[in-house]
């Protein structure tokens, strides 16, 4: 008898995880094929666009790139030098005070050769979807290309698309989780599909100079 009344239950539950692969796998099916023909990893083949978005990753405690958001910044950079770019759009997580992505992606840019006034800096970006829909909303841009790595790629440039951004995405390397990756094109899919609001702001105009958007300057 103890059996027979586990058996429903075991059923429900193996109908429960069906029901969630199915979910994840027909989420990723879509979110990967709707914008496969967005992405590209050979630099040549971007078409010139207003600016290379640049979502935000770990920045380690001494305010130098990990290897992820080091690649991501490089090849923004390299955009940029072959004119494929105008600016630079670096968004990233500084919801605490000691920690700050964008203006790490900021300095590693100037460094490499960027001109100040083409980089922007969007300190609210905390998942995709805000910096995406901020990308428009305060920085009224209209064309750009999302850089990040191979596993992201689908997702950051559909999330640009549902924010009204004539997007295309460079794959800036291989590296990242993949696996985290199935299970955010979930969400990510959500978000295109339901559009939330996100943080706003005041208007930074992209065509403008990007030092107006530094909360800090270098010293």
């Known amino acids: 008898m103890t059996g027979a009344r586990r058996t429903p239950g075991l059923v429900l539950a193996a109908g429960v995880l ?3 692969v199915l979910v994840v796998a027909v989420s990723n099916v879509v979110v990967v094929r709707r914008t496969d023909h967005l992405v590209t990893a050979d630099a040549a083949t971007v078409r010139p666009v207003q600016v290379a978005i640049v979502p935000g990753s770990l920045v380690r405690a001494d ?10 910044v490089d090849a923004a950079v390299g955009l940029y030098r072959a004119g494929r770019v105008e600016k630079l759009l670096v968004s990233g997580d500084n919801a605490r005070l000691e920690y700050n992505e964008p203006d790490a992606m900021r300095d590693a840019a100037l460094a490499a ?21 901020r990308a428009r909303d305060v920085f009224g841009v209209t064309t750009a290309v999302v850089v990040t790595q191979g596993p992201a790629t689908a997702r950051a440039v559909d999330l640009a698309l ?3 951004l004539d997007a295309q995405a460079l794959v800036a390397g291989e590296g990242g989780r993949a696996g985290r990756e199935v299970l955010a094109r979930v969400r990510g899919l959500g978000q295109a599909t339901v559009r939330p609001e996100v943080t706003g702001g005041p208007a930074v105009p992209i065509d403008g100079d990007g030092r107006s958007s530094w909360a800090v300057v270098p010293g």
Do not use: E, I, K, N
């Open 113 to 133: 050769g960027v001109a100040p006034d083409d980089v922007f800096t969007d300190y609210a970006g905390f998942d995709t979807w805000h910096t995406m829909r």
């Open 63 to 72: 305010g130098s790139l990990g290897a992820v958001v080091r690649q991501r």
């Open 18 to 20: 069906l029901v969630v």
């Open 162 to 164: 549902a924010a009204g």
